[in-house]
């Protein structure tokens, strides 16, 4: 050993400052305990992105997924913009929701079935190249100025059934794309993709149309989905491993969730807050009436509650330490319902965006508890099909919504819709917590169905 080399520290005479000859209570910290103990936090707050950094079909496939989520929240946006400024009414507005409700439900529960049957490659290409085309028709007919609003009806279902189709597909991709124990990681980046999207897209899409009109937005959308087109390119076949399942799969899906009180108890949960506090088709009309905006003001309140679920998303590492995650996820969601009552009621823009953004966050927050729920209650064999049914709940339950605002608010105001919404949640959700108290104690430690 050279002689340059400090001694080795487990040796009791290699140093007069050894704990051997110093009581551990009388030696200074280290300067730089308090920094590396900051450092650790930090990882333990922030998304582990090492998904991205090692997997290079991951990495395409998250980034062309951001960007075209960016792009379809921008053209919803515009669609409501264009609904509303062509008929001047919120219920027609929230009618754009019922339009793409029925054709996420109807491929939503065949979509986890057929994931499980094709090749999942083919169909993310499929539904990518499908919901660019929808939005080259709607740039089109902005464009020529037709102002068909059965034509934006039409698109928005078609659009709704793409999405259906691909979605569970590009879900069961995951795991073949990462190693089983990135997969916490990947889903964690999965929710901030879709949170960027949220955020980014209403936004930039409030700008672009405030600047050069419904059409830009469009234009934008179908250019964005190269991004996805090439990252599915890239890919190789997909076809799903072991045996191929039929349509009954689906039918033992729903047979499966009606022996799991507390699985079935948690969705109940989320569409009671998607259906009653779901405000996002009055954005609009509220954009107007409430603020004195326009189409930028839109894109503020719409992206306000995803700003909020990003905050969650990236700052979720104390959930961990949650044990009742039932009682946890009735109490994000009646913050959810309080913080929509409390945006009906307020006038000021920035309070507003501030109390969507607490809603986006308790949101967020409950959809992590639901998700582990779910994995915790699906064997393998399920996952997929339960899939399909989460993506209906997940994406029907606000077109729900929009459809419910947009009416409460055409017989009275938008003001006591937005209002009565959110406390239908909050109690909604206190009628499910006194029918099924199982699911208040419901504890992570010991599930039970």
């Given at each position: 050993?050279?002689?340059?080399?400090?001694?080795?520290?487990?040796?009791?005479?290699?140093?007069?400052?050894?704990?051997?000859?110093?009581?551990?209570?009388?030696?200074?910290?280290?300067?730089?305990?308090?920094?590396?103990?900051?450092?650790?936090?930090?990882?333990?707050a922030?998304?582990?992105l090492?998904?991205?950094?090692?997997?290079?079909?991951?990495?395409r496939?998250?980034?062309?997924?951001?960007?075209?989520?960016?792009?379809?929240?921008?053209?919803?946006?515009?669609?409501?913009?264009?609904?509303?400024?062509?008929?001047g009414?919120?219920?027609?507005?929230?009618?754009?929701?019922?339009?793409?409700?029925?054709?996420l439900?109807?491929?939503?529960?065949?979509?986890?079935?057929?994931?499980?049957t094709?090749?999942?490659?083919?169909?993310?290409?499929?539904?990518?190249?499908?919901?660019?085309?929808?939005?080259?028709?709607?740039?089109?007919?902005?464009?020529?100025?037709?102002?068909?609003?059965?034509?934006?009806?039409?698109?928005?279902?078609?659009?709704?059934?793409?999405?259906?189709?691909?979605?569970?597909?590009?879900?069961?991709?995951?795991?073949?794309?990462?190693?089983?124990?990135?997969?916490?990681?990947?889903?964690?980046?999965?929710?901030?993709?879709?949170?960027?999207?949220?955020?980014?897209g209403?936004?930039?899409?409030?700008?672009?149309i405030?600047?050069?009109?419904?059409?830009?937005?469009y234009?934008?959308?179908?250019?964005?989905f190269?991004?996805?087109?090439?990252?599915?390119?890239?890919l190789?076949?997909m076809?799903?491993?072991?045996?191929r399942?039929?349509?009954?799969?689906?039918?033992?899906?729903?047979?499966?969730?009606?022996?799991?009180p507390?699985?079935?108890?948690?969705?109940?949960?989320?569409?009671?807050?998607?259906?009653?506090?779901?405000?996002?088709?009055?954005f609009?009309?509220?954009?107007?009436?409430?603020?004195g905006?326009?189409?930028?003001t839109?894109?503020?309140?719409?992206?306000?509650?995803?700003?909020?679920a990003?905050?969650?998303?990236?700052?979720?590492?104390?959930?961990?330490?949650?044990?009742?995650?039932?009682?946890?996820?009735?109490?994000?969601?009646?913050?959810?319902?309080?913080?929509?009552?409390?945006?009906g009621?307020?006038?000021?823009?920035?309070?507003?965006?501030?109390?969507?953004?607490?809603?986006?966050?308790?949101?967020?927050?409950?959809?992590?508890?639901?998700?582990?729920?779910?994995?915790?209650?699906?064997?393998?064999?399920?996952?997929?099909?339960?899939?399909?049914v989460?993506?209906?709940?997940?994406?029907?339950?606000?077109?729900?919504?929009?459809?419910e605002?947009g009416?409460?608010?055409?017989?009275t105001?938008?003001?006591?819709?937005?209002?009565?919404?959110g406390?239908?949640?909050?109690?909604?959700?206190?009628?499910?917590?006194?029918?099924?108290p199982?699911?208040?104690r419901?504890d992570?430690?010991?599930?039970?169905?």
């Open positions: 050993m050279s002689t340059n080399h400090p001694a080795n520290s487990d040796s009791p005479s290699s140093s007069p400052f050894s704990s051997a000859s110093v009581p551990a209570s009388s030696v200074a910290p280290s300067p730089a305990a308090p920094s590396a103990r900051y450092r650790r936090l930090a990882r333990g922030f998304a582990d090492s998904p991205l950094r090692d997997h290079a079909d991951y990495r496939v998250w980034f062309g997924q951001s960007v075209s989520s960016i792009g379809q929240q921008m053209t919803a946006v515009a669609v409501s913009v264009q609904v509303y400024d062509l008929t009414s919120t219920f027609a507005t929230g009618l754009v929701g019922l339009f793409s409700l029925v054709p439900v109807a491929f939503g529960l065949y979509g986890g079935a057929i994931a499980d094709a090749d999942r490659r083919r169909l993310g290409l499929i539904g990518a190249a499908g919901l660019a085309a929808v939005s080259a028709v709607l740039a089109a007919q902005a464009l020529a100025g037709l102002g068909l609003v059965a034509l934006l009806y039409a698109a928005v279902a078609l659009q709704a059934a793409f999405f259906a189709l691909a979605s569970p597909a590009r879900s069961a991709m995951i795991p073949r794309l990462v190693p089983a124990h990135q997969l916490p990681a990947a889903n964690a980046l999965n929710t901030v993709s879709m949170n960027l999207g949220l955020t980014v209403p936004m930039l899409g409030g700008v672009l405030g600047a050069y009109g419904v059409q830009a937005a234009v934008v959308d179908t250019i964005a190269g991004a996805t087109l090439y990252a599915m390119w890239r190789p076949a076809l799903p491993l072991g045996e399942k039929g349509r009954a799969s689906v039918l033992d899906g729903l047979r499966f969730l009606r022996d799991q507390n699985l079935r108890t948690s969705f109940l949960a989320d569409l009671a807050a998607m259906i009653f506090g779901m405000p996002r088709a009055l609009p009309a509220l954009a107007v009436t409430f603020y905006g326009d189409a930028r839109v894109g503020l309140l719409a992206a306000a509650p995803a700003v909020g990003l905050a969650g998303a990236l700052f979720s590492g104390w959930v961990g330490r949650i044990n009742r995650q039932g009682a946890a996820v009735l109490a994000a969601v009646i913050t959810w319902g309080l913080a929509i009552a409390a945006f009621l307020v006038r000021n823009l920035w309070l507003g965006l501030l109390l969507l953004a607490a809603a986006g966050c308790a949101d967020t927050i409950s959809m992590i508890f639901r998700n582990t729920m779910m994995q915790v209650a699906a064997p393998d064999e399920m996952r997929g099909r339960l899939q399909g989460f993506i209906v709940i997940v994406a029907g339950g606000p077109r729900l919504g929009d459809f605002s009416a409460v608010a055409s017989l105001n938008p003001t006591v819709s937005v209002v009565s919404g406390l239908a949640c909050v109690a909604a959700i206190l009628l499910l917590a006194a029918r099924r199982a699911f208040l419901y992570a430690r010991h599930p039970t169905p």
